[in-house]
């Protein structure tokens, strides 16, 4: 049995498909780790949707923020943005039982006995991975409750834009969701920067990338997030792998097989030459 860690799909399934017949993958067998972001902004969310769906334990998932997004705008939270491809998922005639099973995801997938943790934007600095996964729990626990409309409803927000251990409520739950979901630069005081997306060179005054920040809790576990196209991938920090090559822009779809840490790529287009 192979596993690949797959960066954000975001509706490219064709590019998805190109991508698993490189590496040969055999859903009986192996498995996939998708680091978030399945849908939006490319054109088949919902052929990813049903894909992911029906490979059942073969496929590990967190949620990004714009699976988020979807399942707010699905709950009430929030309404399609002009921007959005989200639509065919909407108007599906499996629309509640996509999104049901969307709910049902994790924000943190942590296996000890190999040494690998998922989550779609990263571990904040001062979170061991066991405590990333500890709190991401408290917010699946809402989503998969019949409270998970009011959560959609307060989710969206810059503030608080730290951590803290006397949060409660929906700011802790949305400090949480930020973390996990949206998180790219971070200051001395752990506070995040929500509105710099471009590359590791543009960090605003007083911020850094979170991976960069010495003393990380978990520098001994090996990381797998996406989220940050801006990087193309490309990340110099020992045990972080950044799996977002910007397949929706124009990039590359990338997956890492975890037992040896070989990449593997597609072109967004088939027309272009694969590396």
């Known amino acids: 049995m192979a596993i690949y860690a797959i960066g954000d799909i975001q ?17 009986t067998q192996d498995q996939l780790w998708l680091a978030g972001d399945l849908v939006n902004r490319g054109p088949q969310s919902l052929e990813v949707l049903r894909f992911v769906k029906d490979l059942g334990h073969h496929a590990k998932v967190v949620l990004g923020n714009h699976d988020l997004h979807l399942l707010a705008i699905h709950y009430g939270g929030q309404s399609v943005r002009h921007h959005d491809t989200l639509t065919p998922i909407l108007s599906a005639p499996d629309r509640d039982e996509l999104l049901d099973w969307l709910r049902f995801q994790p924000l943190v997938q942590l296996d000890e006995g190999i040494n690998w943790c998922m ?41 608080p834009d730290r951590w803290q251990k006397g949060l409660t409520g929906q700011d802790r739950l949305r400090t949480i969701v930020n973390y996990l979901t949206r998180m790219r630069f971070v200051g001395d005081e752990q506070q995040l920067d929500l509105t710099s997306k471009e590359g ?21 576990n090996r990381l797998l997030f996406g989220h940050w ?47």
């Open 11 to 27: 509706g490219c399934f064709e590019a998805l498909q190109r991508l698993l017949q490189k590496v040969s993958f055999d859903a």
């Open 200 to 220: 590791v060179g543009t960090a605003p005054e007083g911020f850094m990338p979170w991976f960069e920040v010495a003393g990380r809790k978990a520098c001994n």
């Open 119 to 159: 989550s779609h934007a990263g571990i904040p600095p001062r979170w061991s991975v066991r405590k990333a996964r500890r709190l991401a729990q408290e917010v699946e626990a809402v989503l998969q409750s019949p409270q998970c409309a009011d959560f959609f409803r307060a989710m969206y927000g810059n503030l």
């Open 229 to 275: 196209a801006a990087l193309e991938g490309k990340v110099t920090t020992d045990n972080v792998y950044a799996l977002d090559t910007g397949c929706v822009w124009g990039g590359q779809l990338s997956a890492l097989r975890l037992d040896d840490q070989q990449w593997f790529r597609v072109p967004a287009q088939p027309e272009e030459t694969e590396q």
